[in-house]
């Protein structure tokens, strides 16, 4: 009879309760970078106030959960979405195990964790951990490795500098197909590609055109993105394209077209300009200018390149490709002393024979600095990477790195941000014609800014770590507060400590990796730490 009564007990308790509960944590917010740059689209003028009144952050986690996301869990087979969260970038939902479990297949979901803790499998497969990896720690560069780490890009993007808030103007002949190709979806998705504008053919269409693939090219090296094989090197900037080459002639039109351009940028706040262009000779003789008119105030569009940078703008100009011609020098507005003007190299670092030299006639010194142009990896029309020659393809490799670092350091100026650069290049003391400064170091750079306690640096040592682990912060304040996450994003513990005795016992973890979330006065960093 006992056993009858615990059979039947069991039988109504497993059919008592065929629903569980869950939450889903997602992988993103694809419009992140969109919202947080209008903050009224998704916080009250009243939140934002208090927010700023007590210095806090507009971050990520203020960001509504992705829309199109709920949705699809929602229309799941068995699924209940009971509620959700923003700050958890998370789910509420209610269905049987297997249903619930089933929402692993959407490539949004991260992870599921059950209310039911025994449901729970805590051993992550390699999907969790390539997930975590991707998100913690680097891009897998694949083919543009070598174009990025030249001048340490990817430093910074360990650091969470890939462009987020920066607006890039691209200035150039056509943009073939990058509102449809597969390497702009994660830009396009992100609301990161603003169409801009025709200005030769007069139409706020800058995809009709089709005469010219060249900016399609330009753009991907700054924000064209193909899993596992291509990463750009601004890959989270927000872009405006600016159609002003008329592709099939040589015209001063085009000046014109790009000062226009350049005026409008301004007006809508860009940031960066890159123009991987040049200005010297034209269809009719008659108009051609001398390599002593490349003296950084002549040329009509050199003369618009100087005001927009007075206008507080950073300019990127391709230095030519003229190096091997009888013209040899850089032309406008590259010539421009307002210009970041920047020549190729090949993979090794050495000079490449087409790169444009400067001249005695340029009141600053040309090239500014180089970058890798000859055999750089791009995207072209048809969504295929492969490699392209020419210092238009250095310039916007540059003008991301030049997006990333102005991002870690927003309270400089743009020829505050230009001369870092130079500084951090490896010929800076001995500048040639040939090389400029040579082939800038972002990491250096931002060590360059230090003295004046822009940037704000965190490292825990040692990490990998046993039982305990110390943290060297830049700021030194009285109290350092850190709080531990599993690789779920479950909360496990938080304490606090003075920074003179700022050891942190994790003894109490379990082998494995975790997040630590580190407050040290107004700063807040999220560390990867691995416990033995």
């Not at 596992?228 to 927000?238: R, S």
Request: aromatic residues 10%; glycine residues 6%; charged residues 15%.
């Amino acid at each position: 009879m006992k056993r009858t009564t615990l059979i039947l007990f069991f039988l109504i308790v497993q059919y008592a309760f065929p629903q569980q509960d869950a939450w889903i944590y997602l992988t993103d917010k694809p419009n992140s970078a969109t919202a947080l740059a209008s903050p009224l689209t998704i916080l009250s003028q009243k939140s934002i106030n208090r927010k700023v009144f007590h210095g806090v952050a507009i971050d990520v986690r203020d960001v509504p959960v992705e829309t199109s996301y709920i949705t699809q869990v929602k229309a799941a087979t068995g699924i209940t979405v009971m509620t959700k969260s923003k700050w958890f970038n998370a789910l509420h939902v209610r269905g049987t195990e297997a249903d619930i479990n089933a929402l692993s297949s959407f490539g949004f979901v991260a992870s599921i964790d059950f209310a039911d803790n025994s449901l729970n499998n805590r051993v992550l497969d390699q999907e969790q951990v390539d997930k975590f990896n991707e998100t913690f720690t680097t891009f897998n560069y694949g083919n543009a490795t070598n174009q990025i780490e030249m001048f340490k890009g990817d430093e910074l993007h360990l650091l969470d500098y890939t462009g987020t808030g920066m607006t890039i103007a691209v200035l150039d002949a056509g943009f073939v197909n990058v509102n449809t190709m597969g390497a702009f979806q994660r830009a396009r998705d992100a609301g990161n590609i603003i169409s801009g504008y025709d200005f030769v053919d007069d139409t706020d269409d800058v995809y009709i055109n089709q005469t010219s693939t060249h900016g399609t090219m330009v753009l991907s090296t700054m924000t064209g993105y193909v899993q596992d094989e291509f990463v750009g090197t601004a890959p989270d900037a927000t872009y405006y394209l600016f159609r002003t080459e008329d592709a099939p002639n040589e015209n001063p039109v085009e000046e014109s077209y790009w000062v226009a351009a350049a005026e409008y940028a301004d007006s809508l706040g860009v940031d960066i300009i890159n123009t991987s262009l040049g200005y010297s000779t034209y269809d009719n003789s008659n108009y051609d200018y001398t390599n002593a008119d490349m003296d950084g105030n002549t040329a009509f569009i050199t003369k618009g390149a100087n005001i927009a940078f007075e206008k507080g703008i950073l300019l990127v100009n391709s230095a030519g490709n003229s190096g091997a011609t009888s013209w040899g020098i850089v032309t406008a507005p590259a010539d421009a002393p307002g210009v970041l003007t920047v020549g190729a190299v090949d993979a090794s670092g050495s000079y490449a024979s087409f790169s444009s030299i400067g001249s005695v006639d340029q009141p600053t010194h040309k090239p500014d600095v180089m970058t890798q142009g000859a055999a750089s990896y791009v995207i072209d029309q048809n969504n295929v990477i492969r490699t392209a020659n020419g210092t238009s393809f250095s310039s916007p490799i540059m003008a991301g790195g030049v997006a990333c670092i102005w991002q870690a350091l927003p309270n400089k100026s743009n020829a505050e941000i230009m001369q870092l650069v130079r500084e951090s290049a490896s010929i800076y003391n001995a500048p040639t014609f040939f090389m400029g400064h040579g082939i800038p170091d972002l990491q250096l750079a931002l060590t360059l800014s230090t003295p004046d306690d822009e940037l704000y640096s965190l490292s825990l040592f040692p990490n990998p770590a046993n039982d305990s682990f110390s943290i060297n912060s830049s700021l030194q304040d009285d109290v350092i507060t850190i709080s531990f996450f599993d690789t779920l994003g479950k909360h496990i513990s938080t304490s606090s400590q003075s920074y003179l005795n700022n050891r942190f016992d994790i003894s109490f973890l379990a082998s494995g990796i975790y997040i630590a979330d580190i407050r040290n006065g107004e700063h807040h960093s999220m560390v990867k730490i691995i416990k033995q």
